[in-house]
């Protein structure tokens, strides 16, 4: 998928060269171009069903009821990690394309709400509610994946 998006990028960077005004930056103008591109990929992939502890692999299943408690803290090992990642990544694509984007900006390359605004088009304010409301999501999907144990604010699990 990250070699399609890739290959469509450029062939759509290339195929409209001649439209970049040089008004802003050629970065700018490219970055948009593989915003919108990716967004309009996520939105035509299928809906992804909610997940479901019978969707998790057995590595993840048992991560998760070891970990739930301390997934704030450090983890141990490199196992632990990619388990955690992946994990991170199955939940994430039950989000909504927008929502997606505005994670993965923001908490998985720290760029900042204005930079976030500025590659989507979006107004720092939207940016902002479509952050929050992805985090929630993602703690509700946690919340149905650990059953009565509770997820705080903070991601950490209170029993």
């Known amino acids: 998928m990250v070699e399609e998006a890739a290959q469509e990028i450029f062939l759509k960077a290339f195929t409209q ?7 802003g930056s050629m970065e700018g103008w490219l970055t948009r ?5 990716c967004l309009n990929m996520l939105r035509s992939a299928k809906r992804r069903p909610e997940l479901s502890l019978a969707d998790l692999t057995e590595d993840e299943s048992h991560w998760l009821d070891t970990n739930s408690e301390t997934a704030g803290d450090k983890l141990q090992t490199v196992e632990d990690k990619l388990v955690a990642s992946d994990l991170a990544d199955k939940l994430l694509v039950t989000l909504p394309a927008e929502d997606q984007v505005a994670l993965l ?15 989507t088009g979006w107004s720092e304010s939207k ?12 703690r509700e999907a946690m919340e149905k994946l650990l059953g009565p144990k509770t997820v705080g604010r903070e991601g950490k699990v209170a029993q």
């Open 17 to 23: 060269l001649d439209s970049y005004e040089g008004r």
């Open 127 to 138: 940016v902002k509610v479509r952050a929050f409301r992805a985090r929630r999501k993602l």
């Open 105 to 119: 900006m923001m908490d998985g390359e720290n760029a900042s709400v204005k930079e976030v605004a500025e590659a």
């Open 33 to 37: 171009i593989a915003t919108n591109t």
